[in-house]
Nanobody, 122 residues
């Protein structure tokens, strides 16, 4: 069982940066693939970025490539999403999620956080 708690969301101007954190409880955090998803009002949830348990492989959605960076610190049971050059279209609720195995490019994650709001003003 893994519990996830996101933090770091907020209001930022276009072009600014935010770093989201996701703290996990559970002794086997290092064995989980981790993902960051987002959902804007009226839109489907989308996979923004993901990383394997070892950190060896990562994935980024086309809309955030070159602007967002996912990383993890298994010693701290935490995964991060550094978001730079933010745009108004990045406004959404951002969710952290965890799954067993290395198939990280999927919507089928096993555990989810409660979400954190990111709002980018123009």
């Amino acid at each position: 069982q893994v519990q996830l708690v996101e933090s770091g969301g907020g209001l930022v101007q276009a072009g600014g940066s935010l770093r989201l954190s996701c703290a996990a409880t559970g002794r086997t955090f290092s064995s989980y693939g981790m993902g960051w998803f987002r959902q804007a009002p009226g839109k489907e949830r989308e996979l923004v970025a993901a990383i394997t348990w070892s950190g060896e492989r990562s994935y980024y959605g086309d809309s955030v490539k070159g602007r967002f960076t996912i990383s993890r610190d298994n010693a701290k049971n935490t995964v991060y999403l550094q978001m730079n050059s933010l745009k108004p279209e990045d406004t959404a609720v951002y969710y952290c999620a965890a799954k067993v195995g290395n198939l990280i490019i999927t919507m089928r994650y096993d555990y989810w956080g409660q979400g954190t709001q990111v709002t980018v003003s123009s």
